[in-house]
């Protein structure tokens, strides 16, 4: 079964930066073959996709946040990281890490079917 735990969320002035991590385990298949992504949902939104990272390390971001953040990951620590800079107060969410194969649709949630308990950002402006 894979799980997926995410860290280093925080409270931050706006203009601040955040890296959030993602660690996974339990993979039946080899890490590096996942499609990973960080979703979040503000009180009262929908969950939406921020940014993803396919197995050949192709990446995609939403408008909001491109040129902002940042998506990596590290095969070897079978880790998943969110470099946020320049954070905004609309930025403040639950952020989620989500993953699995096959993916077409990088940044729609019900393409996933893993997904971790999430970590608070509130940026304050």
């Known amino acids: 079964q894979v799980q997926l735990v995410e860290s280093g969320g925080g409270s931050v002035q706006a203009g601040g930066s955040l890296r959030l991590s993602c660690a996974a385990s339990?993979?039946?298949?080899?890490?590096?073959?996942?499609?990973m992504a960080w979703f979040r949902q503000a009180p009262g939104k929908e969950r939406e996709g921020i940014a993803a990272?396919?197995?050949?390390?192709?990446?995609v971001y939403a408008v909001s946040v491109k040129g902002r953040f940042a998506i990596s990951k590290d095969n070897a620590k079978k880790t998943l990281y969110l470099q946020m800079n320049s954070l905004k107060p609309e930025d403040t969410a639950m952020y989620y890490c989500?993953?699995?194969?096959?993916?077409?649709?990088?940044?729609?949630?019900?393409?996933?079917?893993?997904w971790g308990q999430g970590t608070q950002v509130t940026v304050s402006s």
């Open positions: 989500a993953a699995d194969l096959g993916v077409t649709g990088w940044l729609l949630k019900y393409e996933y079917k893993y």
């Open positions: 339990g993979y039946s298949y080899s890490y590096s073959s996942y499609c």
């Open positions: 990272i396919d197995a050949d390390d192709n990446t």
